[in-house]
């Protein structure tokens, strides 16, 4: 009698996806992230020591030493200009996210029609490509013209700012719904708002996202433009206002408070994304 042994199973190949497996895949980019941060640091740092020009590169301690100034009232100053930080950045926030809402809101109306109606397509898109085209800076004077220097130009031009990436987006994402599934949902007796609404929408959130994340960066561009005038709260004015006195680092402080918030909030609608458009990347 002969006894026949089954060949051993294979071996896994290592592979590349294996090296970045859910845990060990977090943990790695979590320590290439610090060990760049450690990095920029140390750039910093040195780069500062050697130019000895505080007004040139300020050192990390003496921004750190602005955000314990402009967080707390100091030798009996309250923050900057007689607003905290965080007062600052609030006000900034604020008008970025009303801004940002309404151009969001009027670029999806104004991308699915330019999407679905030929003739405005046609008409119109060169304007929003116009628009978009300008900076904000160039009709911010017009604005404060039509509007004067209160809250109402900022948001005009943080608005603008904002519409042209998710009008576009929309629109594009629109115009190259599948035309089979619409010509289905017709055939089966959806109207036309019926098929834009449970057919085209659906297979353009996820560019529609794209651009609103987008947008939001735009506006976060733009509030340094949008405060130059009576700014103040504002981070913003805070910068402008530091500028004009060669305050660099409250200059760098304000850079920084506007960038960290900017990773949040795109973290924010990174999420927001996932959760809503679960089938973004499938077929």
Same mark, same amino acid.
């Given at each position: 009698?002969?006894?026949?042994?089954?060949?051993?199973?294979?071996?896994?190949?290592?592979?590349?996806?294996?090296?970045?497996?859910?845990?060990?895949?977090?943990?790695?980019?979590?320590?290439?992230?610090?060990?760049?941060?450690?990095?920029?640091?140390?750039?910093?740092?040195?780069?500062?020591?050697?130019?000895?020009?505080?007004?040139?590169?300020?050192?990390?301690?003496?921004?750190?030493?602005?955000?314990?100034?402009?967080?707390?009232?100091?030798?009996?100053?309250?923050?900057?200009?007689?607003?905290?930080?965080?007062?600052?950045?609030?006000?900034?926030?604020?008008?970025? *996210?009303?801004?940002?809402? $309404?151009?969001?809101?009027?670029?999806?109306?104004?991308?699915?029609?330019?999407?679905?109606?030929?003739?405005?397509?046609?008409?119109?898109?060169?304007?929003?490509?116009?628009?978009?085209?300008?900076? &904000?800076?160039?009709?911010?004077?017009?604005?404060? $013209?039509?509007?004067?220097?209160?809250?109402?130009?900022?948001?005009?031009?943080?608005? $603008?700012?904002?519409?042209?990436?998710? @009008?576009? =987006?929309? !629109? @594009?994402?629109?115009?190259?719904?599948?035309?089979?599934?619409?010509?289905?949902?017709? !055939?089966?007796?959806?109207?036309?708002?019926?098929?834009?609404?449970? *057919?085209?929408?659906?297979? =353009?959130?996820?560019? $529609?996202?794209?651009?609103?994340?987008?947008?939001?960066?735009?506006?976060?561009?733009?509030?340094?433009?949008?405060?130059?005038?009576?700014?103040? &709260?504002?981070?913003?004015?805070?910068?402008?206002?530091?500028?004009?006195?060669?305050?660099?680092?409250?200059?760098?402080?304000?850079?920084?408070?506007?960038?960290?918030?900017?990773?949040?909030?795109? @973290?924010?609608?990174?999420? @927001?994304?996932?959760?809503?458009?679960?089938?973004?990347?499938?077929?």
């Amino acid at each position: 009698m002969t006894t026949t042994l089954a060949p051993a199973p294979p071996a896994a190949p290592s592979s590349p996806q294996a090296a970045l497996a859910p845990g060990g895949g977090l943990r790695r980019r979590l320590a290439l992230r610090l060990v760049a941060l450690v990095a920029l640091y140390l750039l910093w740092e040195v780069t500062a020591r050697i130019m000895r020009n505080p007004a040139f590169i300020p050192s990390p301690g003496a921004v750190w030493d602005q955000l314990i100034r402009t967080s707390t009232t100091h030798e009996g100053v309250r923050g900057y200009s007689g607003h905290l930080l965080v007062e600052h950045l609030g006000v900034s926030l604020r008008r970025i *996210v009303i801004g940002s809402a $309404i151009g969001v809101a009027g670029g999806l109306l104004i991308g699915v029609l330019l999407g679905t109606v030929g003739w405005l397509r046609v008409v119109a898109e060169p304007v929003v490509t116009f628009v978009r085209a300008l900076p &904000p800076l160039a009709y911010f004077s017009l604005f404060i $013209i039509w509007f004067g220097i209160d809250e109402t130009p900022k948001l005009w031009l943080l608005s $603008i700012a904002a519409l042209p990436p998710v @009008a576009v =987006a929309t !629109a @594009a994402a629109v115009h190259n719904a599948p035309t089979g599934l619409v010509e289905a949902a017709r !055939a089966l007796g959806a109207s036309r708002w019926q098929s834009i609404r449970d *057919v085209v929408l659906p297979h =353009a959130l996820p560019e $529609i996202f794209t651009g609103i994340r987008l947008a939001v960066g735009v506006a976060y561009s733009s509030v340094v433009a949008a405060e130059t005038i009576n700014g103040v &709260p504002g981070i913003g004015g805070m910068i402008r206002d530091a500028q004009r006195y060669s305050q660099t680092d409250v200059v760098v402080l304000g850079l920084f408070a506007i960038g960290l918030s900017g990773l949040l909030i795109d @973290a924010l609608l990174l999420t @927001a994304e996932n959760k809503l458009i679960p089938w973004r990347g499938r077929a």
